[in-house]
């Protein structure tokens, strides 16, 4: 089972990107004033209104020939697997990642604006401000959609097919395509992709049980 | 590169008949996918625990696999049983669109169905004694009484869910459908275009997708404002 292998790095490693740049757009969201607050919104609403497969197609056909020709050329000729597995993980992180930024914003909106204010009275600055007061109780929050989030992107990943990635859908066409066993191809990966379903959901579970304080019970609880 | 706009007008009326498939998929979609959706909420709100469990499997089986992999099953199943149940023995050839109507309505109903259920859950118990109390019917309670009242809940989610669909028929490339995007690749394979087609593309997907949520936060805001 390659595509298995290929299915989950792309998912994970997008999953890794995604949470990076997920919470510094939806924290550059959540400031003040400044341009930041704009620009985070453009992120936002260009990632969010455009489908997966159009942006997928943006990354692997359109970016190489906007960039120089020796770049373009460059991302062009790199080896097969890596040739789409590049464009696909930066495609899905970043796409995952818009979607983080609008929970991470919620969550840091939905705290109490006396959180805010207590820890600039005591003097912590605004990146210390975020970094130990904000980002923590607000992931604490946001942790049963993010959980609906790990669980999508898995099923995300399928989209990298369209661009030559063999991963776990494309192993099932190709087998479907050569042997013509419709029903085992399929079958099997079906059930792979429920496996997989049933433990991201396992895992982002424990973490909500692990992450959860006393104070916090009723908004750390399952939907 | 240069973008020559020229290759884009040339090309609008087949990106129109395209876009129109798009909207098809998107109207048969949301209606169907509703209704079936509906039938599913209510199935699995069902004192029938075998009624209620297939329900919820169907729900959860739905939801756990990517529909480009739904799309594939229906694809190369929808033939075959046409020539079973038809007793040819062999398969029937289906068109590219029925097989497309037939994914999103199964597919996009898991989605709606969980939709319609939370709305039945935000409706006072009292609604459901009530109409037990006056005698109604388990049918025309629903119908009368407890569906306008749970739809009319969580409105805003399900127009949202509908933009996500109209995004997601995007996907009816992998079997060579002729929607928008489909009629974009087709055009930017014959004339070598693939720049300003994609781009073109994205930018009318945006405006539907950027206008229609305006859209579903005003209303928010407004239901908001009308609940109490």
């Not at chain 1, 497969?53 to 890596?82: C, H, N, S, T």
């Not at chain 2, 994914?103 to 709305?119: D, P």
């Not at chain 2, 995007?181 to 994609?198: H, N, P, W």
């Amino acid at each position: 089972m390659n595509g298995l292998g290929w299915t989950l790095s792309l998912a994970l490693g997008a999953w890794t990107i995604a949470l990076i740049v997920g919470t510094l757009v939806g924290v550059a969201r959540t400031l003040p004033r400044g341009i930041l607050p704009r620009l985070g919104r453009v992120y936002v609403e260009t990632f969010r209104n455009i489908p997966l497969l159009v942006q997928m197609f943006f990354w692997y056909f359109v970016l190489p020939e906007l960039l120089p020709v020796r770049v373009g050329m460059a991302i062009k000729q790199m080896d097969p697997p890596w040739g789409s597995f590049v464009p696909a993980l930066i495609c899905l992180g970043l796409f995952t990642a818009a979607r983080i930024a609008e929970q991470v914003r919620a969550g840091i909106q939905a705290l109490p604006s006396g959180q805010m204010q207590a820890a600039s009275a005591l003097g912590f600055g605004q990146g210390n401000m975020y970094r130990l007061i904000l980002l923590p109780q607000a992931f604490r929050i946001i942790l049963p959609t993010l959980t609906n989030e790990f669980m999508t992107i898995f099923k995300n990943t399928s989209v990298a097919l369209t661009i030559g990635l063999v991963e776990l859908t494309a192993t099932a066409r190709e087998i479907n395509e050569n042997t013509f066993r419709t029903f085992e191809a399929f079958g099997v990966v079906t059930i792979v992709y429920l496996v997989i379903a049933l433990l991201a959901w396992q895992i982002m579970h424990r973490i909500e049980r692990a992450a959860q304080l006393p104070a916090l019970a009723g908004g750390g609880a399952r939907p | 590169m240069m973008v020559d706009l020229s290759a884009i007008a040339s090309a609008t009326p087949y990106l129109l008949s395209g876009l129109w498939f798009t909207v098809q998929i998107t109207v048969v979609g949301v209606t169907g996918g509703i209704v079936f959706g509906s039938l599913l909420a209510v199935a699995r709100l069902s004192r029938n625990r075998l009624v209620s469990t297939l329900a919820t499997a169907y729900v959860n089986l739905m939801r756990s696999i990517p529909l480009i992999l739904v799309i594939f099953w229906v694809f190369f199943l929808v033939p075959w049983a046409i020539g079973w149940m038809t007793r040819s023995g062999r398969p029937v050839a289906v068109g590219a669109s029925l097989t497309i109507f037939v994914t999103f309505v199964l597919f996009e109903a898991a989605y709606y169905a969980e939709i319609v259920r939370a709305g039945f859950r935000s409706i006072s118990p009292g609604q459901y004694s009530a109409c037990e109390a006056l005698g109604l019917s388990k049918f025309h309670a629903y119908i009368y009484i407890l569906f306008p009242q749970a739809i009319r809940n969580v409105l805003p989610i399900l127009l949202t869910q509908t933009i996500v669909l109209f995004q997601d028929t995007s996907l009816v490339y992998v079997i060579s459908a002729t929607d928008l995007l489909g009629a974009a690749t087709k055009i930017a394979q014959r004339d070598g275009r693939l720049v300003e087609m994609y781009l073109t593309v994205g930018v009318i997907y945006f405006v539907v997708c950027y206008a229609a949520s305006q859209f579903v936060k005003q209303l928010q805001g407004r239901l908001a404002y009308g609940a109490r």
